[in-house]
């Protein structure tokens, strides 16, 4: 059977106040490729001490008393036991980082730091799905500011948790915007949120990490199929590609340079999909350049297709109907926001998944395995130069 896509939304296809059929082709990407196409192809009992003395006014020194426990700690039955893991999730107020969050406070080993650019709707969320409310707490972070993003890193500090586990996991996706917007600093907001405030965030936490006493310490990235050409999925125009990255290198300010990465059109598709690449290409440089060092594992996954997440809420309506049963019966890539969440927390917290420079994907049984990545996302020049760059745009370098 040649299902052609288009087929599977016919009002792809607008009539205008003049009675002329146009097809809208920026809001239905969905119609771009026909299927046939491819067809072949806690701190329990924790020790405390002072982590950092203040000058105060008077002159007078105030010691900062943290809780800064012991890995182990001794229970009343004699057993050790491992203290409470601390994690960030970036975006944990909706879909993906919210049902990690749960998934992780639920099992009473984690304390979750929820970094949210909207406190009241995280509180809600955290709430609305009964999260234990010891074992989180939410912090403001707006990634598509860079100085929230360095203001959130103080608040964390202060807060006197050890960080043992990043995870980042927000994003935006602009499908059907015809003219880019930008971050704080003037950066296309996709690439500038889901990759440059990322990229700050882990690069400055990269030293808290380092301080943990944990046993698995973690950075993993939420990468996505999209973002990998040798891939169905990432065969969907418009493909992701950073070419020579003169439009990155030009701060995607949309004014002397291009707001993509590859100095081309602004597409808001295209240019979430270069961001995950990014973020793939992140974490490997990462992997590269500090795993040996430091012990920290660096990880990117791609959880399955969570078509009911808030990713799609600019997505024309018809799409955000369609989207969940096209993925759920005729790609079967469909996972719910809970069984996604499982999977990202496993990469948290499973004692198996600590291999780092990977990128995990499930199988139809929920099984995890290593999977490849597309030869632009796994290219090792690629990934350094957009280190570098990323750490000039950041203020790095
Ligand atoms: P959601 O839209 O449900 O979640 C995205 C989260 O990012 C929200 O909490 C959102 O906050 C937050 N966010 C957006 N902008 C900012 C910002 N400037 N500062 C701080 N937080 C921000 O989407 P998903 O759960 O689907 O996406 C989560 C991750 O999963 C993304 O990295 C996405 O690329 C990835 N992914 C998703 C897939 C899917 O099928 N849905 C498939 C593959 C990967 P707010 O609630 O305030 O809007
Ligand atoms: Mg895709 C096995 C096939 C497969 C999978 C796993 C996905 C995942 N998609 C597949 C196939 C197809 N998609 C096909 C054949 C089409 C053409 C009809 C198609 C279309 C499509 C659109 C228009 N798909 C999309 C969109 C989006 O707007 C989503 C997107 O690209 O967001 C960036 C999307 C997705 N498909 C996926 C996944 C996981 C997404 C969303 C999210 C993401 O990468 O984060």
């Excluded at 799409?319 to 969440?341: D, H, N, W």
């Excluded at 280190?387 to 370098?397: C, D, Q, T």
Aim: proline share 4%.
């Amino acid at each position: 059977m040649a299902l052609q896509a288009a087929a599977l939304v016919p009002s792809a296809f607008s009539i205008s106040k003049e009675g002329k059929a146009s097809a809208n082709l920026k809001n239905s990407s969905l119609f771009g490729v026909s299927l046939s196409d491819y067809s072949k192809s806690d701190f329990g009992s924790s020790s405390f001490k002072v982590k950092s003395q203040r000058r105060l006014s008077n002159g007078a020194v105030r010691a900062t008393m943290v809780a800064s426990p012991d890995v182990t700690t001794n229970s009343p039955a004699g057993k050790k036991t491992l203290r409470k893991g601390c994690v960030i999730v970036t975006g944990a107020s909706s879909g993906l980082g919210l049902a990690t969050a749960k998934a992780l406070s639920e099992t009473g080993k984690w304390h979750v730091i929820m970094a949210c650019r909207d406190f009241l709707k995280a509180e809600k969320a955290a709430k609305s799905v009964g999260m234990p409310k010891e074992n989180y707490t939410i912090m403001h972070l707006d990634l598509a500011s860079l100085d929230s993003v360095r203001q959130f890193v103080d608040n964390f500090r202060r807060s006197g948790r050890p960080l043992d586990v990043l995870v980042a996991n927000a994003a935006v996706y602009q499908p059907t915007a015809k003219e880019p917007s930008f971050t704080a600093e003037g950066f296309e907001i996709s690439v500038g949120t889901n990759h440059l405030g990322h990229f700050l965030l882990s690069r400055l936490l990269l030293d808290d990490l380092k301080q943990s006493d944990y046993p698995s310490k973690r950075l993993i990235i939420v990468g996505s199929i999209t973002g990998n050409t040798n891939t169905l999925a990432g065969n969907v125009p418009p493909k992701a590609n950073l070419g020579d990255l003169r439009g990155m290198a030009g701060g995607l300010n949309g004014i002397n340079s291009s707001a993509m990465i590859d100095g081309g059109e602004f597409d808001g598709a295209k240019a979430y999909k270069d961001s995950k690449v990014c973020n793939m290409l992140t974490m490997q440089e990462f992997h590269r350049r500090y795993h040996e060092e430091t012990g920290i594992t660096f990880a990117s996954l791609y959880p399955g297709c969570i078509a009911t997440t808030g990713l799609f809420r600019e997505h024309i309506p018809l799409f955000r109907l369609l989207f969940p049963p096209f993925q759920k019966y005729i790609t079967k890539g469909f996972v719910s926001e809970t069984e996604a969440g499982k999977r990202l927390a496993q990469v948290v917290s499973d004692p198996s998944l600590t291999k780092s420079g990977v990128y995990w994907s499930w199988n139809k049984d929920s099984a995890s395995f290593e999977n490849q990545l597309s030869e632009e996302a796994s290219d090792v020049e690629k990934a350094r130069k957009v280190w570098e760059v990323s750490e000039k745009l950041v203020g790095l370098a």
